[in-house]
C-alpha cells in the first residue's frame, strides 16, 4: 500500500468519525412501548440519565425507564404487544428489551423486575414465540409459555407464582420456567399448576422445588395487587371471595379499553393506518382513537382481530 492510498484510508476514516458525531442522537431518543392505564397513590418514572416524573394514566412508558411505585402506590401499564404489568406498593420494574410489529405480531420483550409486588399477563409476543419474552428477577429469570404470573421481590429474594389460564380446547395452559445461574449454568423449575410457586433465596441458589402456595401468601398478593379488578379473580383459590368495588370496575373498563384500542392498532397497523398509541378512557367517554382516519365511524366495529 502506498503513502498516498493510506492516507486517502486515513482520511476516509477521519471524515466518517466526523459524520458519525456531527449526526444527531438518535439511538437515544426515547422509544415509547406502551402506556400506563391505571394509577392509584403516587408513582413515578426515571429515566436513564436520572430524570424523575410523576405517573398518571394515559402518560407514555418509554424503553429504559424505570417505572416505580411509591408506598401508596398502585399502577398498571400496557405494552403495545399487549402485555399487561400490574405493580403493587413499593415496587419498580425496567424495561430493557421491547421490539414489536404488529402487522406479523413478530418481538421480544425482556423486563427487570427491580422490587417488590408484580403481576404479569403475557401478550402477542409470548403468545407466537414464547422464547422471546423474558422477566428478570434481583437473581433468577421467568420463561414465560402464555400465562398469568403474580410474585414478591424482596432483596435478592423472590417469590413466584403461577395464576392461569388453566387450558382449555383452544387455550393451551400456561406453564413458567424459574431458574438461576448457578456456577455459569441454568438451573430451574417448571410450574404448570395455578396456585404453585417457587421461590429464589439469592444469587447462586437454585429455585426451591414447586410447592403449592399457602393461601395467606395467594390472598396477600390479591389484596396488593387487587387482582380482582382487571378479571383474573377466578384464577387463584378463593378469589371468589374478593369482591369488585366500584373503584376496582371503573380500572376494569379503562383497562379493557385500552385493550380494545391495541387490537385496533394492531389490526389498523396492517392497513397502513392508526400508529399512534391509544389512550385510556374514563368510563362512559368515548373511546380515544376509535373511529376511521377518514372521519367515518367505521372504527367503532370489531377490529376482527
Not at 406502551?34 to 394514566?57: F, Q
Amino acid at each position: 500500500m502506498t503513502n498516498l492510498e493510506r492516507r486517502g484510508q486515513i482520511f476516509v476514516f477521519v471524515a466518517i468519525l466526523t459524520a458519525l458525531f456531527a449526526m444527531p442522537p438518535v439511538l437515544a431518543q426515547e422509544i415509547q412501548v406502551g402506556v400506563v392505564g391505571v394509577v392509584h397513590g403516587a408513582a413515578e418514572s426515571v429515566s436513564p440519565d436520572g430524570t424523575v416524573k410523576e405517573l398518571k394514566a394515559g402518560d407514555p412508558v418509554f424503553l429504559d425507564e424505570q417505572v416505580v411505585t411509591k408506598d401508596d402506590g398502585r399502577l398498571q401499564i400496557l405494552l403495545m404487544d399487549e402485555t399487561v404489568f400490574t405493580l403493587g406498593p413499593s415496587s419498580a420494574i425496567r424495561l430493557d428489551d421491547f421490539a414489536y410489529d404488529p402487522v406479523t405480531q413478530d418481538g421480544i420483550l425482556n423486563t427487570d423486575i427491580l422490587r417488590g409486588v408484580f403481576r404479569f399477563i403475557s401478550g402477542k409476543i409470548a403468545h407466537k414465540k414464547p422464547e422471546n419474552m423474558s422477566v428478570g428477577l434481583p437473581a433468577g429469570s421467568i420463561g414465560i409459555r402464555g400465562t398469568v404470573v403474580a410474585g414478591r421481590s424482596e432483596g435478592f429474594r423472590s417469590l413466584v407464582v403461577l395464576l392461569g389460564p388453566a387450558g382449555d380446547d383452544v387455550t393451551p395452559p400456561g406453564r413458567i420456567f424459574v431458574s438461576n445461574d448457578i456456577g455459569g449454568a441454568q438451573a430451574g423449575v417448571e410450574i404448570s399448576q395455578i396456585g404453585f410457586g417457587t421461590v429464589i433465596e439469592g444469587p447462586g441458589t437454585t429455585p426451591a422445588p414447586v410447592f403449592r402456595v399457602p393461601e395467606a401468601d395467594l390472598n396477600g398478593l390479591m389484596d396488593e395487587l387487587n387482582l380482582s379488578s382487571n378479571g383474573y379473580a377466578a384464577t387463584v383459590p378463593n378469589a371468589a371471595t374478593f369482591g369488585a368495588s366500584a373503584k376496582d370496575i371503573d380500572d376494569m373498563t379503562r383497562t379493557l379499553s385500552l385493550m380494545s384500542q391495541m387490537e385496533e392498532y394492531g389490526h389498523r397497523a396492517t392497513q397502513g393506518g392508526m400508529m399512534s398509541l391509544p389512550q385510556p378512557v374514563m368510563p362512559g367517554a368515548p373511546a380515544a382513537g376509535r373511529g376511521s382516519d377518514d372521519g367515518s365511524d367505521s372504527g367503532n366495529s370489531s377490529s376482527g382481530g
